[in-house]
């Protein structure tokens, strides 16, 4: 079916990384950067230019766009997601794609920065990539990979459809959302004008990836109010509020817990960001596990150990705040399991073997389940995400175009069920 398609995927890729759309978890607006806008425009006018003629970008920065049915059969209407930003943990500014054609399966050396090296023992998935063209950032910046991999692919599954009127498929929304990377990605978004059953993000990494179960997760915030005096005249008197957070922190567990000693199906605790005087000081964790119910247990460990931690410093006090951030959203799968079994079939079908996982994180998917449209995650090809290392294979976006294009039309073959 697509021997003779000409893929309009990495180019449009390439072109994309170029915008630069990270977000700012700090920005209290939506979008977080209005430089998020500019990909959201020109997003909106290259589905105009196929012929999408409700391609829009509203005032939050959501692109929305409805490819038409050209079937006569009743079929739900699966929608199609990706994320615009990139992450704030390393720049997306003036990044440099660079086409490393037929790969030699050795080290790639950014040329921009000889010390970043992307090395197969540090990536084991380059080994599978020999022979196939890679694209990375040149050393200096993210690739933005994560997730313009996901945009690319669904403009290109769109320029598909359009260029084959042959191939059946129900109605198909497509929705580029902002500031995914900082939890805020559906914060805005209106689903009733969306319009869709059924949705899919395209946001995970290795072809043939499938993700229908992420972390729970909720965020924690903790002040440690302290008693502030000249320390001139302190003795008896100051409670030094950073010593306070610093205490409290050093008894976190050193070989459990953390990121840093936890993979597989095992959750953790994670403080991201701290700031203070000697006053008052504030920590932020997040908090993630699988089993929503664990998010409790952690955080009544925490409230102890901040317990603990108070009765060494008489005349300290501590707010301590939970806020939901997002929930597994294999919880809500389950209710559906036609939307796991087509994009397996979908797959396949592409000559792809499967690899279902659990996500150690979160996608725009988490919460658009729990908010009404179950949202697994397909693979994009995007690898070493956040980072100077970020790569892509031109090969496996490809794939990914080819796997969705086969799922709307696995949607149209089964029909309502």
Known sequence: MFQNYQFTVAERFIRYVQIDTQSDPHSKTTP?????????RLLADELIAMGIR???????????????ANTEKKVPVICFCA?????????GKDV????????????????????????????????????????TASGKTLLG????????????????LYAHPEVKHG????????????????????????????????????????????????????????????????????????????AFLDSLPKDEWSPETTDGRYGFVHPVHIEGIAEKVTIQFIIRDFITAKLAAYEESLKDKVGDTLKKFPGAKADFV?????????????????????????????????????????TDGSRLSFMGLPCPNIFTGEMAFHGKHEYVSIQDMQKSVETIVNLAQIWEQSGIR
Not at 32 to 40: H, P, R
Not at 97 to 122: K, R
């Open 322 to 362: 939970v806020k939901e951030q997002y929930r597994n959203m294999k919880e809500v799968l389950n209710n559906y399991p036609q939307v796991s079994e087509y994009a397996i079939q979908a797959i396949q079908r592409s000559g792809i073997t499967v690899k279902q996982s659990s996500a150690r994180g979160g």
């Open 145 to 160: 990979a994560d997730d313009k991999a996901g945009v690319a692919i669904i403009l290109d599954m769109a320029n598909y």
């Open 96 to 135: 440099k794609p660079i086409i490393h054609s037929n790969y030699d399966g050795g080290d790639i050396i950014l040329p921009d920065d000889g010390t970043q090296i992307i090395s197969p023992a540090e990536h084991p998935y380059l080994q599978e990539k020999k022979g196939e063209d890679i694209i």
């Open 83 to 91: 994320h615009m930003d990139t992450a704030p943990d390393c720049t």
């Open 32 to 40: 977080s950067t209005e430089k998020q806008k500019n990909l959201g």
């Open 171 to 246: 109605t198909i929304k497509i929705l580029f959302t902002p500031d995914e990377e900082i939890g805020r990605g559906v914060d805005k978004v209106d689903l009733k004008k969306l319009g869709a059953d059924f949705g899919y993000t395209l946001d995970a990494g290795e072809r043939g990836a499938y993700e229908d179960e992420t972390f729970s997760a909720d965020g924690v915030s903790i002040t440690f109010h302290g008693v502030s005096t000249h320390p001139g005249y302190a003795k008896d008197k100051l409670v030094n509020a950073i010593k306070v957070a610093a």
């Open 54 to 68: 409700d391609a829009h970008m509203d005032e939050f920065g959501y692109v929305y766009a409805t490819i038409a």
